[in-house]
């Protein structure tokens, strides 16, 4: 028997006994899982969801805001198969997935938990803001029922503006990411909640600042670098025979300027029988570890804190790029925090560990120069360079300063050292070279020490 074609109870019965979603946005179940991981791992979220109680379908807004950001194709599901009691979501999840602002947003989203939970949290936060203005939005959202037409030009900016504010805060993250030097692939390592604490710290006004401070520095680094590299040339080290017209010797060219001795030209040519120079590429200055002191005693606090810190970041930044291994250390009176980076790798917790180490207490030279020592008895950091950060008036004692002058001449290791407002007098004896600034920090003596981990050899070749 046929069904009649226009019966369709049983679809309606069925669905009055399963369960309904309480997303307008279509997706299987096991999208809520990376939702429910952010909204666990952020204290944030919770807190947005907390001080919303007086609107029962706002934390399920949320979550169609989240997927509307994260999944690849977001749609919506159709009314009959949504929980009634999310119904007073429904304008606002159709006026978000049309909005422009929300596709441009989606560009730095999409698939991307942590980017979509923080953009999620941004947008909540403007809609519960625009919504608690608006005493029609403020009463539907209440007693769960869409807004009245007379309201949706409200519900219209109210959408708009949230969907601006998730793109400008994914923007703005995407930006300390690259600040920060950190690696996409690292952060997925680790789970959503310290990822969501991290984004978090990193959109803190203080972490903005020094953010600016590393990725100046940094491209100030990387241009040093990319200049040194351009005055590098090949050197004529022999002659030899081939086919290369560049490096021919000029005498082989003038065959060509007598009609007789062409063809034997092209026929040695075609043989790499041609008299020409070999060359091989200068050696590089400077490509050996890196060694970083910073000092952070209490008078170090504050932009001069900051700027030491940066400086630092960015002389690992260096090393990671040129794969070079980097250890740093902070003192005052004794050491405070050591960083050992492999190749320059370091982990997000690292990176952002190294920016948070705070100042306090006096100074003394003599624990981080013998750190730096110990560090050059090893393998790894053999040939390094050591830089000295400080604005501290400090002397060596003549036994220890002794030791580190023989064993600065047995080694071969340069120091370079930056002053930021102190007197050279007690770094002089042990400093190759010395960037004394006045008061605030300068940008110019950072290029300076960039330059000489960067620069070209000095005629006489490699360091010993």
């Not at 086919?243 to 040519?269: N, T």
Request: aromatic share 8%; charged share 20%.
């Amino acid at each position: 028997m046929a069904l009649a074609t226009n019966d369709f109870s049983w679809i309606h019965a069925a669905l009055e006994g399963a369960s309904r979603s309480p997303q307008h946005v279509e997706g299987p179940r096991s999208d809520r899982f990376a939702w429910e991981e952010a909204t666990q791992g952020s204290q944030a979220i919770q807190d947005l969801v907390q001080r919303q109680n007086q609107y029962p379908a706002f934390p399920a807004l949320l979550q169609d805001v989240f997927n509307t950001f994260y999944k690849l194709n977001p749609a919506l599901r159709a009314p009959e198969l949504v929980d009634p009691a999310s119904a007073a979501n429904r304008p606002y999840v159709e006026q978000i997935l049309q909005d422009t602002a929300t596709q441009q947003t989606r560009t730095q989203t999409v698939l991307d938990e942590l980017a979509s939970a923080v953009a999620t949290l941004s947008a909540g936060q403007k809609l519960a803001e625009q919504i608690a203005e608006n005493p029609d939005l403020d009463q539907a959202m209440q007693q769960r029922t869409p807004p009245p037409p007379t309201a949706q030009g409200a519900l219209a900016k109210a959408a708009r503006r949230a969907m601006q504010a998730a793109g400008d805060t994914a923007q703005d993250l995407q930006s300390q990411l690259i600040s920060w030097g950190l690696d996409p692939a690292q952060l997925q390592t680790l789970p959503l909640g310290e990822r969501l604490a991290m984004a978090h710290d990193l959109l803190q006004p203080q972490f903005r600042q020094v953010a600016d401070l590393i990725g100046r520095l940094r491209n100030l680094a990387r241009a040093r670098q990319g200049g040194a590299l351009r005055h590098l040339r090949d050197e004529y080290y022999r002659v030899t025979q081939g086919h290369d017209l560049s490096r021919v010797l000029p005498v082989e060219l003038s065959a060509l300027q007598d009609p007789l001795r062409q063809l034997d030209f092209g026929r040695r040519l075609l043989e790499g029988q041609l008299a020409q120079y070999d060359v091989r590429p200068v050696p590089r200055h400077g490509r050996g570890p890196i060694l970083c002191a910073i000092d952070c005693s209490g008078s170090m606090q504050g932009p001069s804190m900051e700027w030491a810190s940066a400086v630092g970041l960015a002389l690992m930044d260096t090393a990671r790029r040129q794969k070079r291994d980097f250890g740093a250390v902070f003192f005052n009176g004794d050491l405070q925090a050591e960083f050992l980076f492999p190749k320059g790798q370091a982990s997000p917790q690292d990176i952002l560990r190294f920016a948070q180490v705070g100042a306090t207490g006096g100074t003394a030279f003599e624990p981080p120069l013998r750190w730096a020592l110990a560090q050059l008895e090893t393998a790894r950091f053999k040939n390094a360079d050591i830089t000295v950060i400080t604005d501290g008036v400090c002397r060596l004692s003549d036994a220890f300063l002794q030791d580190f002058l023989t064993a600065k001449r047995a080694w071969g290791f340069r120091v370079f050292s930056i002053l930021i407002g102190g007197v050279e007098d007690g770094i002089r004896p042990w400093s190759d070279r010395i960037w004394a600034l006045a008061g605030e920090p300068d940008d110019a003596a950072a290029g300076a020490v960039f330059a000489e981990v960067v620069a070209p050899p000095a005629p006489g070749g490699d360091r010993v």
